[in-house]
């Protein structure tokens, strides 16, 4: 089962930051948070993880939270190219099987 | 590079038939896995590979084979397809099955059982 919780649909306006939350209340010490996001019909993408302090890269920014039991992805400058289903996954750093659960899917809207 | 390619595209059998889904990699990676996507659904792991010569089942490895007898390919083999395992398959690669490696997913193959 996956160990994360997403809300189901969220949507945004283009040029606007896209924050999307994930819980993971029940991560273990040896746990990175991983984000993939699904274009429509394509093989999953990779954006970005982290273990506990908040990273950033040319895609995105990976907040977690002191406790890590939750994290917020930031698309800073969201554009049409962004409408993906974005998927939070918890994973041992060595266990490289990646759990999908279902993800949000992000609307970017004009 | 090509990264992770699959072929094919797609493909329409009639239960009972075999057959075999094609992934390759070029980037020299170690780690290689197979995962199915049902529609609205995430993706689930079917089999996965740490080097050439070791395979492993995942979540939902029945009524599926693997073998990995070259560092670039891992093929998927359908022994006898049934309804149920009409999905579309992704195969992705990993530089290591060690640490946070990056994976990198192929565009897919969409199956149709009948």
């Known amino acids: 089962d996956a160990k994360t919780t997403q809300p189901p649909s969220m949507d945004c306006a283009e040029g606007r930051a896209a924050n999307l939350p994930c819980n993971h209340s029940?991560?273990?010490?040896?746990?990175?948070v991983y984000w993939y996001r699904q274009i429509h019909s394509q093989g999953p993408q990779y954006i970005i993880h982290?273990?506990?302090n908040n990273e950033t890269n040319e895609m995105a920014s990976l907040i977690i939270t002191e406790d890590r039991k939750s994290s917020t992805l930031i698309l800073p400058h969201a554009t049409l190219r962004d409408t993906a289903v974005y998927y939070c996954?918890?994973?041992?750093?060595?266990?490289?099987?990646?759990?999908f659960g279902q993800g949000t899917r992000l609307t970017i809207n004009p | 590079n090509a990264g992770v390619t699959q072929t094919p595209k797609f493909q329409v059998l009639k239960t009972g038939q075999s057959m075999t889904l094609q992934c390759a990699q070029d980037?020299?990676?170690?780690?290689m896995s197979w995962y199915r996507q049902d529609p609205g659904m995430g993706l689930r792991l079917i089999h996965y590979?740490?080097?050439?010569?070791?395979?492993d089942q995942g979540e939902v490895p029945n009524g599926y084979n693997v073998s990995r007898s070259t560092t670039e390919d891992f093929p998927l083999r359908l022994l006898s397809a049934a309804p149920s395992q009409t999905s579309v398959y992704f195969c992705?690669?990993?530089?290591?099955?060690?640490?946070?490696?990056?994976?990198?997913f192929g565009p897919g193959t969409r199956l149709l059982v009948l």
């Open positions: 992705a690669s990993s530089y290591s099955s060690r640490g946070q490696e990056t994976q990198y």
């Open positions: 590979s740490v080097g050439a010569g070791i395979t």
């Open positions: 982290g273990l506990k």
């Open positions: 996954i918890v994973e041992d750093q060595g266990a490289q099987k990646l759990v």
């Open positions: 029940t991560i273990s010490g040896n746990e990175y």
């Open positions: 980037m020299n990676h170690e780690y």
